[in-house]
């Protein structure tokens, strides 16, 4: 009859200190090499300029929209930006260093916005879908908004009808604005919306 082995043997000992000690586990898991850091860098910015371009040629509803499928797109475009940026292995500092990446880009895209030819480039324009209780539907296709989208924006303003709308606006972030009729619209607030000359009579 063989003799019984040691417990030691049959299962790991189990205790606070890892097998490698503390000093290459925190290492391993919070640190990264010189050279990972700009592969981080480059990597999130990559990702960055391809998710521009994304909600360029489909709309910044790609990620803001209302329905359970724009969520699930939204946070797959999340889980996959930040696998590509971390890398292998994921650690601590090439989170910094890919955080960091991003809010410096945030910042240098976010000056380019602030002037009229750099909105329009990076961010788009505005589009009015619904004019004087009115859907335009040729807007409403080209922003990619359903009617069951304008319907959830309506209700959330508390609209009992179309005939209360002065004007819906996608807006460049995506979102839906609800003007209510009543009083006259100031220029300056439409700027350069597309499909505004709808909206011009009703002007002030």
Do not use: K
Not at 55 to 79: E, N, W
Not at 88 to 99: E, F, N, R, S
Not at 121 to 130: D, K, L, N, Q, Y
Request: avoid cysteine.
């Amino acid at each position: 009859m063989p003799a019984a082995r040691p417990a030691s043997a049959v299962a790991p000992v189990l205790g606070w200190t890892p097998p490698q000690g503390w000093p290459a586990a925190l290492t391993e898991h919070l640190g990264m090499e010189l050279w990972r850091v700009p592969v981080v860098v480059l990597s999130a910015l990559g990702i960055y300029l391809t998710a521009l371009l994304l909600l360029r040629v489909f709309g910044a509803r790609l990620i803001t929209g209302l329905s359970v499928f724009d969520t699930v797109v939204a946070l797959m475009f999340g889980a996959v930006a930040g696998r590509v940026i971390l890398g292998h292995p994921p650690t601590l500092a090439a989170g910094v260093v890919g955080l960091t990446t991003l809010a410096v880009l945030e910042a240098v895209f976010g000056a380019l916005t602030g002037t009229v030819r750099g909105a329009r480039t990076m961010g788009g324009r505005a589009r009015v879908i619904v004019a004087r209780g009115r859907i335009l539907a040729d807007q409403a296709r080209r922003g990619r908004v359903t009617r069951g989208h304008l319907n959830t924006a309506l209700r959330a303003a508390g609209v009992r009808h179309l005939g209360e709308v002065q004007a819906v606006i996608l807006e460049a972030s995506g979102r839906l604005s609800v003007i209510r009729a009543g009083e006259p619209i100031d220029l300056d607030l439409l700027g350069d919306a597309i499909g505004s000359e709808h909206l011009h009579d009703d002007a002030g």
